[in-house]
Protein backbone atom coordinates (compact mmCIF):
# COMPACT_ATOMS: atom_id res chain seq x y z
CA UNK A 1 0.00 0.00 0.00
CA UNK A 2 1.17 3.19 -0.83
CA UNK A 3 2.33 5.31 1.94
CA UNK A 4 1.79 8.91 1.02
CA UNK A 5 -1.99 10.52 0.07
CA UNK A 6 -0.33 13.77 -1.98
CA UNK A 7 2.32 13.39 -4.16
CA UNK A 8 3.89 16.51 -5.66
CA UNK A 9 6.23 16.64 -8.06
CA UNK A 10 8.48 19.47 -9.84
CA UNK A 11 5.13 21.39 -9.67
CA UNK A 12 5.90 24.55 -11.32
CA UNK A 13 3.53 27.61 -12.61
CA UNK A 14 4.09 30.74 -14.26
CA UNK A 15 2.17 34.22 -14.10
CA UNK A 16 4.56 36.11 -16.75
CA UNK A 17 7.40 36.70 -15.74
CA UNK A 18 6.74 35.55 -12.05
CA UNK A 19 7.04 32.22 -11.04
CA UNK A 20 4.29 31.68 -8.67
CA UNK A 21 5.25 28.23 -8.21
CA UNK A 22 8.79 26.83 -8.79
CA UNK A 23 9.87 23.00 -8.96
CA UNK A 24 7.15 21.88 -6.11
CA UNK A 25 7.88 18.97 -4.20
CA UNK A 26 5.94 17.81 -0.97
CA UNK A 27 4.64 14.65 -0.27
CA UNK A 28 1.47 14.10 2.37
CA UNK A 29 0.92 10.73 4.38
CA UNK A 30 -2.27 9.46 4.39
CA UNK A 31 -4.52 9.94 6.99
CA UNK A 32 -2.48 12.98 8.03
CA UNK A 33 -2.79 16.60 8.09
CA UNK A 34 -0.49 18.98 5.90
CA UNK A 35 -0.04 22.25 7.00
CA UNK A 36 0.90 24.91 4.27
CA UNK A 37 2.20 28.54 5.65
CA UNK A 38 3.85 31.39 3.96
CA UNK A 39 3.65 35.19 3.15
CA UNK A 40 1.03 36.54 0.83
CA UNK A 41 1.78 35.81 -2.53
CA UNK A 42 3.89 32.36 -1.50
CA UNK A 43 2.18 30.91 -3.94
CA UNK A 44 -0.16 28.52 -1.71
CA UNK A 45 -3.60 29.27 -3.51
CA UNK A 46 -1.90 28.38 -7.02
CA UNK A 47 -0.96 25.25 -5.65
CA UNK A 48 -4.03 24.29 -4.38
CA UNK A 49 -5.63 25.30 -7.60
CA UNK A 50 -3.51 23.10 -9.64
CA UNK A 51 -3.74 20.12 -7.12
CA UNK A 52 -7.49 20.26 -7.67
CA UNK A 53 -6.98 20.51 -11.30
CA UNK A 54 -8.47 24.03 -11.61
CA UNK A 55 -5.32 25.15 -13.01
CA UNK A 56 -2.54 23.28 -15.39
CA UNK A 57 1.01 23.29 -14.39
CA UNK A 58 3.81 24.52 -16.83
CA UNK A 59 5.45 21.37 -15.16
CA UNK A 60 5.83 18.61 -13.36
CA UNK A 61 2.89 16.86 -12.31
CA UNK A 62 1.27 15.42 -8.58
CA UNK A 63 -0.48 12.45 -7.61
CA UNK A 64 -3.51 12.36 -5.32
CA UNK A 65 -4.16 9.04 -4.50
CA UNK A 66 -4.15 7.13 -7.21
CA UNK A 67 -4.56 9.70 -9.70
CA UNK A 68 -2.42 12.01 -11.67
CA UNK A 69 -3.75 15.62 -11.87
CA UNK A 70 -3.13 15.87 -15.49
CA UNK A 71 -4.56 12.65 -16.61
CA UNK A 72 -7.58 12.01 -14.45
CA UNK A 73 -8.63 15.47 -13.57
CA UNK A 74 -12.63 14.71 -13.42
CA UNK A 75 -11.86 11.58 -11.55
CA UNK A 76 -9.83 13.89 -9.03
CA UNK A 77 -12.93 16.01 -8.44
CA UNK A 78 -14.96 13.03 -7.25
CA UNK A 79 -12.72 12.55 -4.37
CA UNK A 80 -11.61 16.03 -3.04
CA UNK A 81 -13.24 18.72 -1.11
CA UNK A 82 -11.91 21.77 -2.07
CA UNK A 83 -12.58 24.75 -0.06
CA UNK A 84 -11.19 27.99 -1.72
CA UNK A 85 -10.35 31.03 0.38
CA UNK A 86 -14.15 32.96 -1.03
CA UNK A 87 -16.17 30.13 -1.12
CA UNK A 88 -19.33 30.57 -2.11
CA UNK A 89 -22.29 30.32 0.32
CA UNK A 90 -26.16 31.14 -0.71
CA UNK A 91 -26.21 33.70 1.50
CA UNK A 92 -30.17 34.20 0.93
CA UNK A 93 -30.79 30.27 1.41
CA UNK A 94 -31.00 28.71 4.53
CA UNK A 95 -28.60 26.32 5.87
CA UNK A 96 -30.24 23.20 4.82
CA UNK A 97 -30.55 24.48 1.74
CA UNK A 98 -26.94 25.18 0.71
CA UNK A 99 -26.48 21.75 1.75
CA UNK A 100 -29.28 20.63 -0.55
CA UNK A 101 -27.84 22.84 -3.45
CA UNK A 102 -24.65 21.23 -3.10
CA UNK A 103 -26.12 17.60 -2.69
CA UNK A 104 -27.68 18.50 -6.18
CA UNK A 105 -23.97 19.56 -7.22
CA UNK A 106 -22.65 16.62 -6.48
CA UNK A 107 -25.34 14.37 -7.72
CA UNK A 108 -25.52 13.30 -4.37
CA UNK A 109 -28.98 10.43 -4.80
CA UNK A 110 -32.16 11.55 -2.59
CA UNK A 111 -31.88 8.90 -0.96
CA UNK A 112 -28.61 8.76 0.51
CA UNK A 113 -29.17 13.01 0.70
CA UNK A 114 -31.40 13.24 4.07
CA UNK A 115 -28.66 11.16 5.82
CA UNK A 116 -25.92 12.34 4.79
CA UNK A 117 -27.41 16.45 5.32
CA UNK A 118 -28.24 15.07 8.61
CA UNK A 119 -24.87 13.60 9.85
CA UNK A 120 -22.84 16.59 8.83
CA UNK A 121 -25.53 19.04 10.35
CA UNK A 122 -25.00 17.09 13.30
CA UNK A 123 -20.67 16.91 13.20
CA UNK A 124 -20.56 20.38 12.32
CA UNK A 125 -23.32 21.39 15.10
CA UNK A 126 -24.98 23.15 12.61
CA UNK A 127 -28.52 21.16 13.74
CA UNK A 128 -30.54 23.62 15.43
CA UNK A 129 -29.41 26.32 12.73
CA UNK A 130 -30.63 24.94 10.07
CA UNK A 131 -33.65 27.04 8.85
CA UNK A 132 -31.03 29.79 9.71
CA UNK A 133 -30.15 32.34 6.48
CA UNK A 134 -26.17 31.35 5.94
CA UNK A 135 -26.00 35.62 5.94
CA UNK A 136 -26.96 35.37 9.33
CA UNK A 137 -24.66 32.97 10.59
CA UNK A 138 -21.43 33.97 12.68
CA UNK A 139 -18.45 34.08 10.90
CA UNK A 140 -16.88 30.69 12.45
CA UNK A 141 -20.57 28.65 11.84
CA UNK A 142 -20.23 30.15 8.30
CA UNK A 143 -16.84 28.38 7.64
CA UNK A 144 -18.42 25.31 9.42
CA UNK A 145 -21.37 25.25 6.74
CA UNK A 146 -18.65 25.58 3.62
CA UNK A 147 -16.88 22.91 4.93
CA UNK A 148 -19.66 20.85 5.22
CA UNK A 149 -20.77 21.62 1.86
CA UNK A 150 -17.11 19.75 0.69
CA UNK A 151 -18.30 17.03 2.36
CA UNK A 152 -20.93 16.34 0.64
CA UNK A 153 -19.61 13.95 -1.23
CA UNK A 154 -17.64 12.53 1.57
CA UNK A 155 -14.21 13.20 0.26
CA UNK A 156 -11.07 10.99 0.81
CA UNK A 157 -8.94 14.27 0.17
CA UNK A 158 -9.59 17.96 1.47
CA UNK A 159 -7.87 21.13 0.67
CA UNK A 160 -8.92 24.15 2.46
CA UNK A 161 -7.17 27.06 1.18
CA UNK A 162 -6.77 29.37 4.50
CA UNK A 163 -10.02 28.14 5.75
CA UNK A 164 -10.62 30.09 9.66
CA UNK A 165 -9.18 33.78 8.19
CA UNK A 166 -11.13 36.35 10.05
CA UNK A 167 -12.53 33.76 12.15
CA UNK A 168 -12.52 34.12 15.93
CA UNK A 169 -9.88 31.87 17.87
CA UNK A 170 -12.68 30.07 19.50
CA UNK A 171 -14.28 29.36 16.24
CA UNK A 172 -10.65 28.32 14.91
CA UNK A 173 -10.23 25.17 17.48
CA UNK A 174 -13.93 24.12 17.32
CA UNK A 175 -13.28 23.81 13.07
CA UNK A 176 -9.86 22.21 13.96
CA UNK A 177 -11.87 19.95 16.17
CA UNK A 178 -14.03 18.94 13.01
CA UNK A 179 -10.42 18.53 11.72
CA UNK A 180 -8.95 16.41 13.66
CA UNK A 181 -11.93 13.80 13.67
CA UNK A 182 -12.30 13.89 9.69
CA UNK A 183 -8.37 13.21 10.27
CA UNK A 184 -9.51 9.86 12.62
CA UNK A 185 -12.29 8.66 9.73
CA UNK A 186 -9.67 8.70 7.42
CA UNK A 187 -9.96 11.51 5.15
CA UNK A 188 -5.88 13.46 4.68
CA UNK A 189 -6.04 17.18 4.66
CA UNK A 190 -3.57 19.80 2.97
CA UNK A 191 -4.56 23.43 4.84
CA UNK A 192 -2.92 26.52 4.79
CA UNK A 193 -3.12 28.91 7.14
CA UNK A 194 -1.62 32.21 8.21
CA UNK A 195 -2.54 31.04 11.86
CA UNK A 196 0.64 29.80 13.70
CA UNK A 197 -1.17 28.24 16.62
CA UNK A 198 -3.00 25.94 13.65
CA UNK A 199 0.24 25.45 12.18
CA UNK A 200 1.43 23.78 15.17
CA UNK A 201 -1.49 21.14 15.23
CA UNK A 202 -0.70 19.97 11.89
CA UNK A 203 1.20 16.43 11.59
CA UNK A 204 3.43 18.11 9.35
CA UNK A 205 3.85 22.11 7.98
CA UNK A 206 5.60 23.23 4.90
CA UNK A 207 6.72 26.78 5.07
CA UNK A 208 6.59 28.12 1.53
CA UNK A 209 8.26 31.49 -0.02
CA UNK A 210 8.54 32.30 -3.72
CA UNK A 211 6.91 29.50 -4.69
CA UNK A 212 9.39 26.70 -3.34
CA UNK A 213 9.26 24.91 0.17
CA UNK A 214 11.85 26.60 2.37
CA UNK A 215 11.27 23.87 5.54
CA UNK A 216 8.99 21.19 5.71
CA UNK A 217 8.83 19.17 9.49
CA UNK A 218 6.44 17.88 12.28
CA UNK A 219 6.52 21.28 13.98
CA UNK A 220 8.00 20.41 17.07
CA UNK A 221 11.05 19.04 15.07
CA UNK A 222 10.95 22.55 13.44
CA UNK A 223 11.36 24.16 16.77
CA UNK A 224 13.71 22.11 18.31
CA UNK A 225 16.54 22.35 15.56
CA UNK A 226 16.18 26.13 15.56
CA UNK A 227 19.81 27.24 16.78
CA UNK A 228 19.63 30.38 17.75
CA UNK A 229 18.68 32.07 21.27
CA UNK A 230 15.58 34.03 21.52
CA UNK A 231 15.73 37.17 24.16
CA UNK A 232 12.86 38.21 25.30
CA UNK A 233 12.00 42.31 26.23
CA UNK A 234 9.46 43.97 28.04
CA UNK A 235 9.83 47.68 28.74
CA UNK A 236 7.84 51.03 28.62
CA UNK A 237 9.45 51.67 24.82
CA UNK A 238 9.88 48.81 22.77
CA UNK A 239 9.97 50.13 19.64
CA UNK A 240 13.25 51.84 20.89
CA UNK A 241 14.41 48.85 22.58
CA UNK A 242 14.14 47.56 19.25
CA UNK A 243 15.98 50.40 17.57
CA UNK A 244 19.01 49.90 20.12
CA UNK A 245 19.11 46.42 19.83
CA UNK A 246 19.38 46.60 16.11
CA UNK A 247 22.43 48.40 16.07
CA UNK A 248 24.09 45.85 17.79
CA UNK A 249 25.97 43.66 15.34
CA UNK A 250 25.87 40.44 17.60
CA UNK A 251 21.61 41.06 17.36
CA UNK A 252 20.44 38.93 14.19
CA UNK A 253 17.03 40.37 14.31
CA UNK A 254 14.41 41.76 16.19
CA UNK A 255 10.62 41.92 16.14
CA UNK A 256 7.12 42.76 18.24
CA UNK A 257 5.96 39.12 18.63
CA UNK A 258 2.73 39.22 21.01
CA UNK A 259 3.57 42.15 24.07
CA UNK A 260 7.00 41.51 24.11
CA UNK A 261 10.33 42.22 22.04
CA UNK A 262 11.74 39.09 20.82
CA UNK A 263 15.60 39.77 19.65
CA UNK A 264 17.30 36.86 17.99
CA UNK A 265 21.11 35.86 19.22
CA UNK A 266 23.84 33.44 19.10
CA UNK A 267 25.60 34.45 22.15
CA UNK A 268 23.04 34.24 25.51
CA UNK A 269 24.47 35.39 28.08
CA UNK A 270 27.09 37.81 26.14
CA UNK A 271 23.79 39.50 24.00
CA UNK A 272 22.15 39.38 28.01
CA UNK A 273 24.80 41.35 29.72
CA UNK A 274 25.77 43.55 26.29
CA UNK A 275 21.72 44.48 25.98
CA UNK A 276 21.10 45.62 29.77
CA UNK A 277 24.60 47.90 29.71
CA UNK A 278 22.78 49.18 26.22
CA UNK A 279 19.37 49.64 27.40
CA UNK A 280 20.69 51.41 31.08
CA UNK A 281 19.25 54.89 31.48
CA UNK A 282 17.61 54.91 27.96
CA UNK A 283 14.45 53.09 28.67
CA UNK A 284 12.51 51.24 31.24
CA UNK A 285 13.13 47.51 31.23
CA UNK A 286 11.21 45.40 33.27
CA UNK A 287 12.05 42.23 32.20
CA UNK A 288 14.78 41.00 29.81
CA UNK A 289 15.21 37.08 29.63
CA UNK A 290 15.79 34.17 27.45
CA UNK A 291 12.22 32.50 25.33
CA UNK A 292 11.56 29.15 24.18
CA UNK A 293 11.63 30.13 20.11
CA UNK A 294 7.59 29.49 18.85
CA UNK A 295 7.20 28.44 15.17
CA UNK A 296 6.58 31.47 14.33
CA UNK A 297 10.17 32.85 15.82
CA UNK A 298 11.53 30.22 13.69
CA UNK A 299 9.86 31.02 10.39
CA UNK A 300 10.10 35.06 10.93
CA UNK A 301 14.46 34.03 10.86
CA UNK A 302 14.04 31.79 7.90
CA UNK A 303 11.92 34.00 5.27
CA UNK A 304 14.36 37.08 6.88
CA UNK A 305 17.50 35.03 5.89
CA UNK A 306 16.44 34.39 2.53
CA UNK A 307 15.70 37.76 1.87
CA UNK A 308 18.95 38.69 2.86
N1 LIG B 1 -4.13 34.43 -12.20
C1 LIG B 1 -3.00 35.06 -11.92
N2 LIG B 1 -2.45 35.91 -12.78
C2 LIG B 1 -1.28 36.53 -12.51
N3 LIG B 1 -0.59 36.35 -11.37
C3 LIG B 1 -1.08 35.52 -10.46
C4 LIG B 1 -2.33 34.82 -10.68
N4 LIG B 1 -2.56 34.06 -9.59
C5 LIG B 1 -1.53 34.27 -8.75
N5 LIG B 1 -0.64 35.13 -9.27
C6 LIG B 1 0.62 35.57 -8.63
O1 LIG B 1 1.32 34.41 -8.22
C7 LIG B 1 1.94 34.59 -6.95
C8 LIG B 1 1.43 33.54 -5.97
O2 LIG B 1 0.06 33.81 -5.66
P1 LIG B 1 -0.82 32.87 -4.71
O3 LIG B 1 -2.19 33.46 -4.69
O4 LIG B 1 -0.68 31.47 -5.11
O5 LIG B 1 -0.12 33.11 -3.31
P2 LIG B 1 -0.64 32.75 -1.86
O6 LIG B 1 0.52 32.16 -1.14
O7 LIG B 1 -1.88 31.95 -1.93
O8 LIG B 1 -0.94 34.16 -1.24
P3 LIG B 1 -2.24 34.66 -0.45
O9 LIG B 1 -2.13 34.08 0.92
O10 LIG B 1 -2.07 36.15 -0.47
O11 LIG B 1 -3.42 34.18 -1.23
C9 LIG B 1 1.63 36.01 -6.55
O12 LIG B 1 2.72 36.82 -6.93
C10 LIG B 1 0.40 36.36 -7.35
O13 LIG B 1 0.32 37.74 -7.59
Not at 216 to 221: G, M, V
Not at 267 to 289: M, P, T
Request: aromatic share 8%; hydrophobic share 35%; net charge negative.
Amino acid sequence: MMEYDIQIFSLTKKFGNITAVDNLEIQVKKNTIFGLVGPDGAGKTTTMRMLCSLLVPDSGTAQIGSYNILKENEKIKQDIGYMPQRFSLYGDLTVLENLEFYSEVYQISKKERKEKIESLLEFSNLTKHSYKLADQLSGGMKQKLALSCNLIHTPKYLLLDEPTIGVDPVARREFWKILFELREQGTTIFVSTPYMDEAERCDEVGLMNKGRIVKKDIPSNIINNFDKHILCVYSDENHIARNLALEEKYVMDAYMLGEGLHIVVDDLDYASEKLREKFNNKIIVSSIKETAPSLEDVFVNIIKSEKR
